[in-house]
């Protein structure tokens, strides 16, 4: 005998669904929200909040990261709170996570955003939650180590790029430049951070340990696991996934392609042999919707997320 409920599956899940378990609506209809989570600004109890920030008025390149919040969570709808691939346990049987929506800031006036992401994070940090975030360009992480460091102190950055992101930081207002500011502010950690498949050279490191892409793809899934562990040690520990670390191949909808990157299984897996670290938050971001071809590239990022989030459910980070 089958438990499985008769009559038609209930849709919107992300305003009707139980706090907790899986979702039934269909992966092609109802209200989209980051795997059909329940949306909600009441953080008691809640153990992990995503939410989007659909920003990308400091891209270089291609614009269009803007749309990536709404690309990302429309992929994640297959990822519906069935047992997950690859730890086979629902991530949600016991853990609550909630969609916020997304960041309200008014474009007109770009310079006031990074002010805005910093004081909403903060305050969501507050209540103890860990916050999960959907870009939006890179430029957003400044504003969000801002908010992470002020409640845990400086962090050890793993970042995963084709770019350092240590250019001048001229205005504040660029996508390649979180990393100076963040090192000048002392929010991260240098000598604990580490960046993984990078292709371009940029003036500076830090002393942040460098994982080249061709380096990276050397080593091997396993020896790279074993060089991050070793670099980042038990330092609570950022992780921010630039989805242009992944080869155009893999992530051709973003701001700054760069070939030559990871494959999305080889970065997966790494994040996967990560799950000791203590991690305190994470965003993906340089999704660029119209770039991408048949949801490449939210898909990807999607799955970033959804082993982010079992992470969390085995009890990694803190
Ligand atoms: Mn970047
Ligand atoms: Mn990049």
Redesign the pocket.
């Given at each position: 005998m089958s438990d499985e409920p008769t009559g038609p599956p209930m849709t919107d899940n992300a305003f009707l669904g139980p706090w907790q378990g899986g979702a039934r609506d269909p992966t092609f209809a109802g209200a989209l929200s980051f795997m059909r989570r329940r949306y909600s600004r009441a953080l008691d109890d809640v153990d992990t909040v995503v939410w989007g920030v659909p920003y990308d008025a400091a891209t270089s390149n291609r614009p269009g990261s803007r749309f990536g919040p709404q690309a990302i969570r429309r992929a994640s709808a297959i990822f519906d709170g069935d047992p997950q691939f690859p730890s086979g346990l629902d991530p949600f049987a016991d853990m609550t996570v909630v969609d916020w929506g997304d960041c309200p800031f008014d474009y007109r006036r770009p310079q006031d955003v990074p002010g805005i992401i910093e004081e909403q994070a903060a305050d969501i940090l507050s209540h103890g939650c860990h916050l999960v975030t959907l870009g939006g360009d890179?430029s957003i992480t400044l504003p969000l180590l801002r908010a992470h460091a002020a409640a845990h102190g400086p962090l050890a950055l793993v970042q995963f790029?084709?770019?350092q992101?240590t250019w001048s930081d001229v205005g504040g207002g660029s996508h390649g430049s979180f990393v100076t500011t963040a090192e000048a502010e002392g929010l991260i950690d240098t000598s604990h951070s580490i960046q993984i498949g990078i292709r371009t050279v940029a003036p500076d490191d830090f002393g942040i340990e460098i994982v080249d892409a061709y380096e990276a793809r050397e080593l091997g899934v396993s020896g790279l696991i074993r060089r991050i562990r070793e670099r980042v040690g038990m330092v609570p520990a950022y992780l921010s996934f630039?989805i242009?670390s992944l080869d155009p191949a893999f992530a051709p909808g973003t701001g700054?392609p760069v070939a030559g990157g990871l494959s999305s299984a080889d970065a997966l897996m790494t994040l996967w042999g990560l799950r000791m670290l203590d991690w305190r938050g994470m965003d993906v971001v340089?999704v660029s919707p119209p770039y991408d071809h048949a949801d490449i590239t939210a898909i990807a990022a999607a799955t970033v997320v959804q082993h982010y989030l079992q992470i969390r459910a085995e009890g990694g980070g803190g």
């Open positions: 890179h790029d084709a770019h992101d630039d242009d700054t340089e």
